[in-house]
């Protein structure tokens, strides 16, 4: 009888011994690094995350039609001296696993493991080592990391913190090694190489960078991965706490969108639209004594007779545009009216499937990186860049008002000599093309991009910048928009 209960009670303590470490950090995950790998596993207790990323441009990234094209033709063009250089970043894990080369690159070999940016390659970095071309290492183990303190152990993987999953907290270094990119001199022949991304380097000159107050310090996070208005559950899992802002939108949006069937089109589409309105806006400067500005276009009679329209990015952590610049088509279209609704003047008013280079306007107001080859020629893929003449609404350095650097914006005159004072009505609006059409006809003339998708990219309207500037509703003395509101449509 004594040795029964004994026995009994060394195997209660042992039952509840082992049910302890099956809810700890040393019990067996039930899940593989090869099952974890798999997007799909995730789903099953982070629905909504994978709803989401399965409509972003992290899922679309190695299926992309334009991105398939530009590595079969840039791995001919540099006799595949390309290699890897654009799949690390585009299917990172399919690079990891040993699945690709680059060179011959597809997309249709590859498991849902090694497609696009999966979450296992962002949730089990380890270490960031370098700002550029993807130098991020991965533990290859079955700890998801996250940006959340206090992660409920659960019976799938290991959960820990990592500040660079923090967006309130870290410095980008995640997001800004695979978005800034620097061409190497292996490729291009360039000495040094040539960056042909930027968006780290330009978020690490702004105030949101810099200034390390609560508040005002935002990351990449920050912005493209919106938190929950309501309180939310990081995971569907019994026990999962209810967080203030607990879950992270994993949408990114950007500018760029999906050309071929892919699931959450429109929700992307609606996202871009959501972030890209109010980002950037024809505004005149904020009075030094504060109220409300003048508007952002004006008619004046300098040089004889002109109009102007001042641009300027509203909260951007970045140059506008970003990213691609040289593939990025923004511009300003400016039309001028008389009292009999003539139009007397006109200025970036771009044919659909039509670059806006291409109209050899004189007064184009356009943002975007101009590229060129060694030898001068106009650059229309990336691994023939050799300079780069960058055309892009300048970040915020300060919100400091009475530094003059706080004015990071642009204003473009317009000459409209001896119709000053004809002018009745002027419309204005900024237009914005994430690819550039002389592009994609050289991929589709190569035979590498099927020519439909010319049809499918979008021109985008960005609701912030239409403005309407009429007679009646100018300051006579400045000869602008009489207050902000009364440039508005």
């Known amino acids: 009888m004594r040795f029964a209960m004994k026995y009994l009670m060394w195997m ?43 409509g972003s441009m992290h899922a679309y990234a190695s299926e992309d039609p334009v991105f398939v094209a530009m590595n079969r033709r840039g791995q001919r063009d540099t006799n595949n001296k390309l290699g890897d250089f654009c799949v690390k970043c585009h299917a990172p894990m399919a690079v990891q696993l040993g699945l690709t080369n680059g060179i011959d690159f597809d997309p249709a070999a590859l498991p849902p493991s090694a497609k696009g940016i999966t979450c296992y390659f962002c949730h089990n970095v380890k270490e960031v080592t370098s700002t550029h071309d993807n130098g991020l290492v991965l533990a290859m183990d079955q700890t998801m990391r996250g940006g959340l303190e206090g992660a409920l152990d659960n019976p799938a993987h290991h959960s820990k ?19 800034d990119i620097v061409v190497p001199e292996a490729i291009n022949g360039v000495p040094g190489g040539v960056a042909v991304e930027r968006t780290f380097a330009e978020w690490q000159t702004t105030f949101f960078a810099t200034d390390k107050r609560p508040g005002i310090h935002l990351t990449c996070g920050g912005c493209h991965m919106q938190t929950s208005a309501v309180p939310e559950v990081v995971a569907d899992f019994e026990g999962v706490e209810v967080r203030p802002f607990g879950f992270h939108e994993h949408m990114w949006p950007g500018i760029d969108q999906a050309l071929t069937p892919f699931p959450e089109i429109d929700a992307q589409a609606a996202a871009i639209k959501r972030d890209l309105d109010p980002s950037i806006s024809i505004i005149g400067p904020n009075p030094a004594g504060g109220g409300s500005p003048e508007g952002g276009i004006c008619v004046t009679p300098e040089n004889g ?28 279209e400016v039309i001028a009216y008389d009292a009999t609704n003539a139009i007397i003047f006109q200025s970036g008013v771009v044919p659909d499937g039509k670059d806006p280079e291409d109209l050899n306007d004189p007064n184009l107001f356009g943002l975007w990186d101009r590229t060129t080859k060694t030898g001068g020629a106009v650059a229309h893929f990336f691994w023939e860049i050799g300079t780069i003449d960058s055309q892009l609404l300048r970040p915020p350095v300060t919100n400091d008002p009475t530094d003059p650097r706080a004015d990071h914006s642009t204003t473009k005159q317009y000459p409209i000599v001896g119709l000053q004072n004809t002018v009745e009505r002027i419309t204005a609006r900024v237009r914005m093309r994430a690819l550039p059409f002389a592009a994609l006809d050289e991929l589709i003339a190569s035979g590498d991009l099927a020519p439909e998708i010319r049809e499918r990219v979008p021109t985008l309207d960005i609701l912030g910048t239409q403005r309407v500037w009429t007679r009646a509703n100018r300051n006579p003395a400045t000869g602008c928009c009489n207050k902000f509101d009364g440039c508005r449509p």
């Open 161 to 179: 913190y990592d500040v660079l999953m923090d967006s309130d907290r870290n410095e980008s270094e995640m997001c800004g090694s695979c978005h």
């Open 305 to 332: 007779g002109q109009i102007t329209v001042r641009l300027d990015s509203v909260n951007v952590g970045h140059a506008f545009p970003s990213g691609a610049a040289q593939d990025r088509r923004v511009w300003v």
């Open 12 to 54: 209660h303590v042992m039952i509840i011994a082992c049910t302890l470490a099956a809810c700890g950090d040393d019990a067996a995950p039930k899940y593989t690094v090869e099952q974890l790998q798999d997007p799909a596993t995730c789903m099953e207790c982070h629905p909504k995350h994978y709803q989401q990323w399965s």
